[in-house]
């Protein structure tokens, strides 16, 4: 075992390169893990930065400088997060709000249509069950209660800290923009001379997760702007809302389409019930899913790399509960990332270590 765990040891870590790329991968996580909540203004900072570096480039091709396109560009975030603060997130906190107070009306409609069940189908449902259900629902909905209590005394004490965040965000943002070269160039002067295999991860995840990241951010307005479009036009109560959680969903793979479809087709069962209205919404929503999966995401993420959708799913699994949000959201880069690494890897082959082993064993005194 020893002899095989040195064989191992030998194949991956004798080149230096290997080495220095093992030290900047545990230093990046765990200065992430461990000053993550510290430095979430700085971390959230780099990541729009990045974001909006796409744009930058393409005015720069265009023959504009560099301190004007970031200028234009850091104007046009800042009307979006104008927008976004004082426009859309007023709006979804009211309809919040509006659906908090149904909810008690919903659970008793339910309850009323959960109590038809067992003398529609006798044999299928029973009265038990029904109670189990019911017993379900009303705690579930006392638990959200207490939640959102909760979250709204918790969001008092935290204010300062958004606003802080919020003045924050924006002027590092300038400035990861506007002195690029210099920072870049400020953190490659302290890499040792041993960090090719670090590059090359570098410049393949710069193309993977750029391409990722503004794709994925594309992909959200795109299915929010066109769900709640479908949304008002067919009259469906809280249309905004809904659709800020359809166009979110898209971050998740696979299982973010999944959970969203259970409150669009609740509310408007609760507000159609049994009707042609309802199976309209239902098959507008089927359609804006196919859509999304089947043209719209082949069309934005061409360029990225071809992952399996058991590897998706670890990583959200895994990366999602290191980091929560963020880790769901950038599961796809990160699990690239390790596939970039595997591949990168400096390692050496097997005639070569059995070329050294028996160089070795020439060179060891007879006895």
Known sequence: MTNL????????????????????????????????????????????AYLLEGIVRVLETRGMKRLWAVMIVF?????????????????????????????????????????????LYPKVVSEAQVTEIMTAIRSGVTELGQQVLSFSLASISTLFTLLVYLVLLPVLVFFFMKDKQQLVAWITQYMPRESGAAIRVWKEMDRQIG????????????????????????????????????????????????????????IGYFQWGWTGEFAWLAAAYLIIQALDGNALVPWLFSEAVNLHPIAIIVAILVFGGIWGFW?????????????????????????????GEAIKEKQLPEL
């Open 75 to 119: 104007a046009f975030f800042l009307a979006l997060l104008l927008f976004v603060i004082l426009g859309l997130v007023p709006m979804l906190s009211k309809q919040l709000g509006q659906l908090m107070q149904e909810v008690p009306n919903m659970v008793t409609q339910g309850q009323q249509t959960l109590l038809l069940l067992p003398e």
């Open 327 to 355: 880790g769901v959201f950038f599961a796809i880069p990160l699990a690239t990332l390790v596939k970039a690494v595997l591949g990168a890897w400096p390692k050496l082959s097997e005639e070569t270590m059995a070329a």
């Open 211 to 266: 391409n990722y990241v503004r794709g994925k951010f594309a992909e959200i307005v795109i299915v929010g702007v066109v769900s709640y479009v479908v949304f008002a036009f067919m009259g469906l109560n809280y249309a905004s809302l809904l659709a800020a959680l359809v166009g979110l969903s898209v971050v998740v793979p696979y299982i973010g389409a999944v959970v969203v479809t259970a409150p669009v087709l609740l």
């Open 5 to 48: 765990l040195g064989r191992w040891f030998k194949k991956y870590f004798s080149d230096p390169e290997g080495v220095i790329l093992a030290v900047l991968l545990v230093f990046g996580f765990a200065v992430v893990i461990l000053f993550g909540d510290m430095l979430a203004p700085v971390l959230a900072s780099v990541v729009i």
